[in-house]
């Protein structure tokens, strides 16, 4: 049966809890037993701020849970209370506000514009729109802090007049009643929001930071609004000029960004030299503007500049000390614009080496092998000239005399420290050690070095490894290449037998199976002696053969 609403008066119950009253409402309806009481509910459990800027402060909670609030201070008239009731419509300062459902009660916002501070009732409202339940709440309004005047002061930083990004400027004020901060806001001189504070109180002085707008002169205010000490609110904004004064520095300022341009170009050194050495002079290529003064020095005193505070297109500097350097700046530059003060500052290195340069020689290994015969390949090997400075131009190096190997291609290559050149090596090369012959490396003021600091020597020794064929019933064949170290001497296996051949000392008698050994070292050719008498005599159609046979590294 469906429930009927009857048109009765409410009876109202009150409640107290601690200070807080809420009234409870009571309805009659008809159901399917009769006549029913319905009991309905209303609370405010919150108070919000609706503006940015605006606070509510100060609040007090019935209970524990802080879900029924009684009282709070808000900053503004504007406030939000977020209400909850068993019924969707409730009453608040003469309007009426419908809640959403949520889960099983109705909960949502009720925004109000207040009279001024005071009592705040809540009242449900039931199907008939009758009022029910109350709630009750104390709001005192403290309005924020009016801004009375606000301007800049004490003057420009130093003989400047204008401002630019990053400089700051005083600024002062008064107000209506007591405040802790000001708000700067993005306009005017500040390019960003600025939070200064100070003592509490009506009058501030306190120093704000300057943004960048521009690099084209413009006068312009500054906007703030004051905070206050107690809820935290912010009143309305005032500009510096908001009464139309146009006072520089006061009213106004001047902000400019434009900065003054320093770079240095290229440098030009002596004849066909990248560096300075003794007292030779380079000249610098020098981009200036907008200043109105410069000023060059050296930071490590290499280099003394000549006409150090003269703008010029061209800079010339000498050098006065320092051994090798191409790393760290030892020419800089500084240009002043005086308006605003600012800096532009431009550093670069001028060569110097007025040291020879120290050269090492590396190998990839102790010793190089050697290739070509017995159907091998020359072995190339990548030789390095590391010199511990740049070099002008790209090094040069022989090999040592006779057959110590040969270099590949026109020159060295690389750089500008580190220059590499294949040098091949031939089984017909001469074991043994070499030197190194006619360095030549010229740092990059034209100082010429021709000593070699470390690995003045290398060593041509070892072989890559070969297959070498037995003709028909012979224990020997040649291996066109000499062996240097006879220790170092490996094979593979004999294919007749497929066993590993196993060396034996020079001179060993055969018969020994799957033995081998060499006539002599340092002859060439080598006779490789197969020792393994009854598989020689087996080989009768000269098919045996000794793999992989090299000499190590």
């Known amino acids: 049966m469906a429930t009927v609403i009857v048109k009765r008066p409410a009876r109202t119950f009150t409640i107290r809890r601690g200070s807080k009253v809420i009234q409870l409402s009571t309805i009659q309806v008809r159901g399917a037993s009769g006549l029913e009481d319905r009991t309905g509910f209303v609370r405010v459990v919150d108070i919000l701020p609706i503006n940015p800027g605006d606070s509510v402060s100060n609040k007090v909670f019935e209970d524990a849970a802080s879900t029924l609030i009684q009282s709070a201070t808000s900053s503004s008239v504007d406030v939000r209370l977020v209400v909850e009731c068993s019924y969707p419509k409730v009453n608040a300062e003469g309007s009426t506000f419908e809640l959403p459902l949520v889960g099983s009660i109705y909960r949502g916002n009720i925004d109000l514009a207040l009279a001024g501070s005071g009592d705040v009732v809540v009242e449900s409202l039931d199907p008939d729109n009758e009022a029910g339940a109350k709630d009750t709440v104390a709001i005192e309004v403290d309005l924020p802090p009016v801004l009375l005047t606000l301007s800049f002061s004490g003057g420009y930083p130093g003989s400047q007049t204008e401002l630019k990004a990053g400089d700051t400027f005083q600024i002062s004020g008064t107000t209506d009643k007591e405040a802790d901060a000001i708000e700067v806001q993005d306009f005017g001189a500040s390019d960003s929001v600025q939070l200064l504070t100070f003592p509490a109180g009506t009058s501030f002085n306190v120093t704000m930071t300057i943004g960048d707008r521009g690099d084209v002169v413009q006068s312009l205010p500054a906007r703030a609004l004051a905070r206050s000490s107690t809820t935290g609110g912010f009143g ?24 003054p341009t320093l770079s240095f170009g290229s440098v030009s050194y002596p004849l066909s030299q990248q560096a300075l050495k003794g007292s030779e002079q380079a000249t610098v290529i020098v981009t200036t503007a907008n200043l109105d003064s410069v000023s060059y020095d050296s930071p490590n005193a290499e280099l003394s500049i000549t006409n150090p505070t003269l703008d010029e297109g061209v800079k010339t500097v000498e050098r006065i000390a320092g051994g090798y350097n191409v790393a760290t700046n030892n020419l800089r530059g500084e240009a002043v614009r005086a308006a605003n003060d600012a800096h532009t500052i431009d550093e670069a290195v001028v060569n110097i080496a007025n040291l020879a340069a120290d050269v090492s020689v590396l190998t990839p290994a102790a010793r190089l092998r050697s290739g070509g015969n017995d159907g091998t390949v020359a072995q190339d090997h990548t030789i390095t000239i590391a010199a511990n400075q740049q070099l002008l131009t790209a090094p040069s190096l022989d090999p040592g005399t006779g057959a110590a190997g040969t270099f590949q291609g026109t020159g060295f290559a690389g750089g500008p420290e580190n220059w590499t050149r294949a040098l091949r090596v031939h089984d017909d090369d001469d074991k043994g050690s070499k030197t190194w012959q006619n360095l030549s490396a010229t740092n990059l003021a034209g100082i010429e070095t021709t000593a070699i600091t470390s690995g003045g020597s290398y060593e041509l020794g070892g072989f890559v490894a070969r297959t070498l064929t037995f003709a028909a019933f012979s224990d020997n064949t040649p291996m066109a290449v000499k062996v240097a170290d006879f220790g170092k001497l490996t094979a593979g296996i004999f294919t007749a037998t497929n066993q590993p051949a196993l060396k034996q000392a020079i001179g060993t008698p055969a018969p020994v199976t799957n033995g081998f050994t060499i006539d002599a070292v340092g002859v060439s050719p080598t006779s490789v ?8 005599n087996s080989n009768s159609g000269g098919t045996a053969q000794i793999t992989d046979v090299e000499e190590g590294i």
């Open 236 to 259: 309305p904004a005032r500009d510096s000029n908001q009464d139309g004064g146009t006072t520089d520095g006061v009213d106004l300022v001047q902000l400019n960004n434009l900065r």
């Open 529 to 536: 002696i197969w020792l393994d008498t009854p598989a020689v």
